[in-house]
């Protein structure tokens, strides 16, 4: 690809062991199978990573394995934001001095309410304080989890005063027409859609993508999208597009970070891969039953484990 900040991406659940602890060298097996399996690049230490249930000094050795692991750095992309601007910064400068220059930034999150000029100098107070060029912002929006509203006004604001900084927008709303709008606003932007839903959509109107949850166990079935429209296969990405959706929908209603992770288990054999940090919670035995019930309805099974 000429642009490595593109195409499909997998938002990769973590491995943790039965303490509770990250599983370093179960998570990077899992970053490989995933670029094995269609993923462009794997997002790490996002929502359905658990990041926001671990520590700054946690985070810090998730940095250190990946940037460790042989992954090429441009196929990674580093979740650092934080309620504390001082953990952003300190997250940010880890990724950005262990070669990882593309940043998944969430906003400031604990105060609902606040303006879009509040939340502008969030993210210019971390850019200000880091002062480095390499640095590559891709804004996470979701307002689901943040409680926030991260206008196109503001991206296209923040653009326009970091044009070499904040380079693009993961919309994780399921709004599709401000995705577009973001699209339409800022040409060149790298406007990811969330959910896989939507990756035709944006691909067409000119977006990057998609970063996406249940892209642990999509992968394939995105990338056959994204490689479909790229080979100008017009009716070949829109089947593909109809199969990624139904998936998509498929496995929404079972909870990402619990089915991605009960998938995982099965596939590897590996019952470690159901644990998760509270408030998160395994599926129950009926919750996998249905799980099971969906996916077999579908014909759906994941790729051959590593």
């Given at each position: 690809?000429?642009?490595?900040?593109?195409?499909?991406?997998?938002?990769?659940?973590?491995?943790?062991?039965?303490?509770?602890?990250?599983?370093?060298?179960?998570?990077?097996?899992?970053?490989?199978?995933?670029?094995?399996?269609?993923?462009?690049?794997?997002?790490?230490?996002?929502?359905?990573?658990?990041?926001?249930?671990?520590?700054?000094?946690?985070?810090?050795?998730?940095?250190?394995?990946?940037?460790?692991?042989?992954?090429?750095?441009?196929?990674?992309?580093?979740?650092?934001?934080?309620?504390?601007?001082?953990?952003?910064?300190?997250?940010?400068?880890?990724?950005?001095?262990?070669?990882?220059?593309?940043?998944?930034?969430?906003?400031?999150?604990?105060?609902?309410?606040?303006?879009?000029?509040?939340?502008?100098?969030?993210?210019?107070?971390?850019?200000?304080?880091?002062?480095?060029?390499?640095?590559?912002?891709?804004?996470?929006?979701?307002?689901?989890?943040?409680?926030?509203?991260?206008?196109?006004?503001?991206?296209?604001?923040?653009?326009?005063?970091?044009?070499?900084?904040?380079?693009?927008?993961?919309?994780?709303?399921?709004?599709?027409?401000?995705?577009?709008?973001?699209?339409?606003?800022?040409?060149?932007?790298?406007?990811?859609?969330?959910?896989?839903?939507?990756?035709?959509?944006?691909?067409?109107?000119?977006?990057?993508?998609?970063i996406t949850a249940t892209g642990n166990a999509?992968?394939?079935?995105?990338?056959?999208?994204?490689?479909?429209?790229?080979?100008?296969?017009?009716?070949?990405?829109?089947?593909?597009?109809?199969?990624?959706?139904?998936?998509?929908?498929?496995?929404?209603?079972?909870?990402?970070?619990?089915?991605?992770?009960?998938?995982?288990?099965?596939?590897?054999?590996?019952?470690?891969?159901?644990?998760?940090?509270?408030?998160?919670?395994?599926?129950?035995?009926d919750g996998i039953a249905a799980l099971d019930?969906?996916?077999?309805?579908?014909?759906?099974?994941?790729?051959?484990?590593?």
């Open positions: 690809m000429s642009d490595p900040l593109s195409g499909v991406w997998s938002a990769a659940v973590t491995p943790l062991h039965d303490d509770l602890t990250v599983n370093l060298d179960a998570m990077v097996g899992h970053h490989k199978w995933l670029l094995a399996n269609g993923c462009d690049g794997v997002a790490v230490l996002g929502t359905t990573g658990e990041a926001n249930s671990f520590s700054t000094r946690e985070r810090l050795d998730v940095i250190a394995a990946a940037a460790n692991s042989g992954i090429a750095k441009e196929k990674l992309l580093i979740g650092t934001g934080c309620c504390a601007p001082t953990d952003t910064i300190e997250l940010t400068r880890a990724a950005l001095d262990a070669g990882f220059n593309q940043i998944l930034m969430l906003p400031p999150f604990y105060y609902k309410g606040v303006s879009d000029d509040g939340i502008f100098a969030s993210f210019e107070h971390v850019i200000q304080q880091l002062a480095d060029d390499r640095l590559r912002i891709v804004v996470y929006d979701f307002p689901l989890m943040t409680g926030l509203d991260i206008s196109v006004d503001l991206l296209v604001r923040l653009n326009k005063a970091y044009p070499d900084t904040i380079v693009g927008v993961k919309d994780s709303s399921g709004n599709w027409p401000a995705m577009q709008a973001v699209i339409q606003a800022i040409p060149g932007f790298r406007t990811f859609a969330g959910t896989e839903q939507y990756l035709l959509a944006d691909l067409q109107a000119g977006g990057a993508g998609c999509t992968s394939n079935l995105c990338q056959a999208v994204y490689s479909a429209h790229l080979a100008g296969d017009k009716a070949g990405a829109a089947a593909a597009q109809e199969i990624a959706t139904a998936t998509r929908l498929m496995l929404q209603p079972h909870g990402a970070v619990p089915a991605m992770k009960e998938l995982m288990a099965q596939n590897t054999g590996n019952g470690a891969w159901r644990n998760m940090r509270p408030p998160l919670m395994a599926l129950s035995g019930q969906a996916c077999r309805d579908m014909g759906f099974k994941l790729a051959e484990a590593a």
